[in-house]
């Protein structure tokens, strides 16, 4: 199947210059580098323009200031963030390419007659939803998703494959070396649009609600503990981690293998570089890294080994300081 590059930017909008092309049958979205006759691609960074000009896309989504090197090279679709752009053409794509899959409750889920799932949700094979859970309209719950006790999702989400919301959170007093159990009276609360990669396990609160809110995006087998709260539109790549009551701002970014320790504070727009380890509350908005380079072994011992003696030296520092003022 494919789609008429004009039928393309009639959906979505932008320029499409290059002269005569409207017609031309796009078979495939591919990279730059791989695009080949009547497929199309995007460029998004200026560094990889020397990609752009060997490509044999039969169209490329450029920014303005890129129209001129791709007019050079053949047809070009002008848009201001050529990126998004392309995330649109995948939507595009896949409206038209897709069979249809029409909402309900497929015959292997189990569900709690009293919860409640929108009509236009679609529950998907081997799913649980529990006591009093809900479903909002539009919503998509993958195959073996288990959604529980009195737990909520609004309208639009997307839960992939295995995700579990609304398990106990980890919560347990010590007493006479041994763990009580804290029993996690909370539940979980999930806003609209946001999107659950496979195998993520979101805890349901202690007392009060665990809350992801809307637009949130959360990649496969991420952890998030009891009672943390991620604001609007904030995005966190696999493997991460946020420990109990912690919360994130809006807007905010977290690299994959990344750990927030527990009740902490990230301000909006906080980025988070990938397997950092956030260990105080940060409420300037920026990007943060906290990795230790990769080295050879036994020179990577030896500045960890530095490392523990930093506070003596800036001590010893600051008495010879004080002795040469003196002097």
Known sequence: MSLLLGHIVDALGG??????VRDTDISRIAPLEDAGPGELSFLSNPRYQQQLAASRAACVIVAPAMRDVALARGPCIVTDSPYAYFARATQLWRQHMSVQIFPGIHASAVVDPSAVID?????????????????????????????????RIGARCIVHAGVVIGADGFGFAPENGQWVKIEQLGAVRIGDDVEIGANTCIDRGALQDTVIEDGVKLDNLIQVGHNVRIGKHSAMAGCVGIAGSATIGAHCTVGGGAIVLGHLELADHVHISAATVVTRSLMTPGQYTGMFPIDDNARWEKNAATLKQLHSLRERIKSLERALKAA
Not at 15 to 20: A, F, M, R
Not at 119 to 148: Q, W, Y
């Open 15 to 20: 320029s499409l210059e290059g002269g005569g």
């Open 119 to 151: 009509p236009t949700a679609l529950i998907g094979p081997l799913c649980v939803i529990e006591r009093g859970a809900v479903v909002g309209p539009g919503t998509v719950l993958k195959s073996r998703v288990t959604l529980g006790e009195d737990c």
